[in-house]
């Protein structure tokens, strides 16, 4: 049996494949790790983060 090659390129970053867990959903990734292999993810998206503090948006945010 062939295997597929899956790699996805994202910006600079080449992922073993397109699967990219989000961070709202899938947590820190160690929530999951019982029921999802995590080696087998191309990535999970993180919060964003900035080195200085930042103006953030008024509330109300959601509507």
């Known amino acids: 049996m062939s ?3 899956l790699t996805a ?3 600079p970053l080449q992922l073993k ?3 990219v867990a989000a961070s709202g959903c ?3 990734g160690t929530e999951y790790a ?3 292999d995590l080696s087998t993810l191309g990535a999970i998206a993180v919060k ?3 080195l200085e503090e930042r103006q953030g ?3 109300p945010r959601i509507v």
Do not use: K, W
Request: proline share 10%; hydrophobic share 45%; net charge negative.
């Open 3 to 5: 295997s597929i090659d």
């Open 17 to 19: 494949n397109p699967l």
């Open 57 to 59: 948006h008024a509330p």
């Open 34 to 36: 019982d029921v999802v």
């Open 48 to 50: 964003g983060l900035f």
């Open 26 to 28: 899938f947590g820190y």
């Open 9 to 11: 390129d994202l910006g």
